[in-house]
């Protein structure tokens, strides 16, 4: 059974989900809670999320080793495993990572791809800004809270 937890982060309540055994989602601030129908639970997993995320925004963690489950596209999961190779205050631009994953010419598809990652932060989608260092969108449109994000790991962005 689904199970979530929450934490009250710098950019506002983050809900972390899990199956028992690995984190499948993070739903950043103002986003409802019923996609996943869960009960609130204090998995393990779940806890040590927590602990990271926080250690996260006191700048003490650059990345995460939590097990994680996600289930996409064989293309959204080469995106996603493109992601998880930037580095702690770097960014890459779209097209960029559109080259890391295989596809140099699917720009836009990588957007979508970003779009649908369900596990935001963790899977550092915030880390992908426009070829001239541009804010573009983050999570549909929260791009104030990529700039908070991005800000934390001091990459310069416009």
């Known amino acids: 059974m689904k199970g979530f937890i929450q934490y009250n982060s710098p950019i506002g309540v983050l809900t972390i989900v899990s199956d028992g055994t690995s984190i499948t989602q993070v739903l950043l601030p103002e986003t409802e809670l019923s996609p996943f129908n869960g009960e609130p639970a204090e998995y393990p997993v779940l806890i040590e999320a927590r602990k990271q995320l ?3 925004f006191s700048g003490i963690r650059t990345h995460f080793e939590l097990p994680f489950s996600t289930e996409g596209t ?9 992601l998880r190779e930037i580095p702690f205050g770097e960014s890459l631009s779209y097209a960029e990572l559109a080259q890391k994953a295989g596809s140099p010419k699917a720009v836009r598809a990588v957007g979508q791809a970003n779009k649908a990652n369900k596990l935001p932060i963790l899977v550092p989608c915030h880390r992908v800004i426009g070829k001239n ?11 104030d809270l990529k700039a ?4 934390l790991e001091k990459v310069e962005f416009r």
């Open 133 to 143: 260092k541009s804010l573009t969108g983050y999570a549909g449109t929260k791009t």
């Open 148 to 151: 908070i994000l991005l800000g």
């Open 74 to 82: 064989p293309f959204q999961m080469r995106v996603w495993d493109a």
């Open 54 to 56: 926080q250690e996260y």
